[in-house]
């Protein structure tokens, strides 16, 4: 064999090497992993959850999918993460099997605790909605939050409230906090306890409940005889259903401030009507802000679905695009190359900005910066984000009118 035959051999094989590893040859399939109840008490609040990751799935591919890598697609692997134990052996057979390269989930901060402990250790990036402070709290670089952390999140309705009572005169003195014994409950509450009594607010009654229950009557009536001005309950969806109707039947004339989850669900109002009316809640996110690609993916929504798009389904929705953002700019798949282009993504445009205030960015911990809490209240059967003014679409209705006076 001639030098001269070695040495064209050796060029040929670089030349195609290198045409199979261009973005042109590159893998036409990118596989992510979706980890949400699909069963149990919060299927249904996993499942709004899923349908907004798979719409924006479904729109970036139609986009022409990851440009930088031949138009690769996006494809979800959807597993149903219906307890902790599940979860944890969902996201592990998503990460050796499937070969999924990033994962959304779990709604639940319980079970997004568990699914973390495994993304982290595999370094695949995992974009979630969950609350609970402790999620960003471990140090880990491999996890993304599209949601106000609880700590902060509970600050938003005091601060609200107060101002609030200022405009009409009325003076909030005493509040009452209820909240499910879940990872969830535990710190929204906790951050709503520790505002008001920052501000000065007399806390009349600060307790927890099982979640799942039956009977709401034994904690509604503490709230009645506490005399709180106003109750903050921090409840999923079926609680919330059940505290608001015992609520009514009870005529408990307490104004209710909700935690987000089940006070901002198409289930309550489809559920409750206007009994829901005058009802306010903290939200990480709302369908009415008054940015044009948030209409746009709402109205998007409800052609498939026939209701809008809740809170998380819109968070998650917002992370596919800053998944395929990264992905674009970086160009491959590798663990470590992606969660460097996602930690120092700064998104000013497209469908990703849904989120308040615009702009999506990253601190060093994996928390959405700029974001904010809102507060939203249901108004003729509508949810309306009232507060604070920059991302308001109506005007809060306040002091709360007691239940036989309201029409």
Known sequence: MSRNFVLKFVVVFLFVFGVLMSPAFAAKE????????????????????????????????????????????????????????????????????????????????????????????????????????????????????????????????????????????????????????????????????????????????????????????????????????????????????????????????????????????????KIMGKDLDYIFSTACWNYDLPYEEAKKVNDNFKKLHGEYIQETAGELYAAVWVLKDALERCGTTDGSKLREAISTSDIKEGPATIMQPGRVRFDATGQLMDIFPLLVQWQKGELKTVWPDQAATGKPAWPVPNWTDRK
């Not at 440009?67 to 996006?74: D, I, P, Q, T």
């Not at 959304?104 to 605790?113: E, I």
């Not at 710190?187 to 307790?207: C, H, M, P, Q, W």
């Open 30 to 269: 990118i596989k992510v992993g979706v980890v949400y109840p699909r069963t149990g008490a919060l299927a249904r609040l996993g499942e709004t959850t899923i349908q907004g990751i798979l719409l924006a799935i479904n729109d970036v591919n139609k986009a022409g999918g990851i440009k930088s890598m031949g138009g690769a697609k996006l494809v979800p692997i959807v597993v149903d993460a219906k307890d902790a134990t599940t979860t944890r052996s969902e996201t592990e057979r998503l990460i050796s099997r499937e070969k999924v390269k990033a994962l959304f989930g779990c709604y639940s901060s319980s079970y997004t605790m568990v699914a973390t402990e495994v993304s982290e250790r595999a370094k695949v990036p995992f974009f979630t909605n969950s609350i609970a402070d402790d999620i960003l709290g471990r140090g880990y670089k491999y996890v993304y939050r599209m949601a106000v952390p609880a700590s902060i999140f509970g600050r938003t309705p005091i601060d609200a409230l107060i101002e609030m009572s200022k405009r009409t005169k009325e003076q909030l003195k005493k509040v009452a906090i209820i909240y499910e014994d879940t990872s969830y409950g535990t710190s929204t509450s906790e951050g709503f306890k520790n505002r008001a009594i920052e501000k000065g607010l007399d806390v009349v009654l600060f307790e927890s409940y099982r979640a799942g229950i039956t009977d709401a009557g034994p904690i509604v009536s503490k709230i009645k005889a506490s005399g709180a001005q106003v109750v903050f309950p921090v409840s999923y969806l079926t609680d919330a259903i059940l505290i608001i109707r015992t609520m009514k039947e009870t005529d408990t004339n307490v104004a209710i401030m909700g935690g987000g989850s089940g006070y901002i669900m198409p289930d309550t109002i």
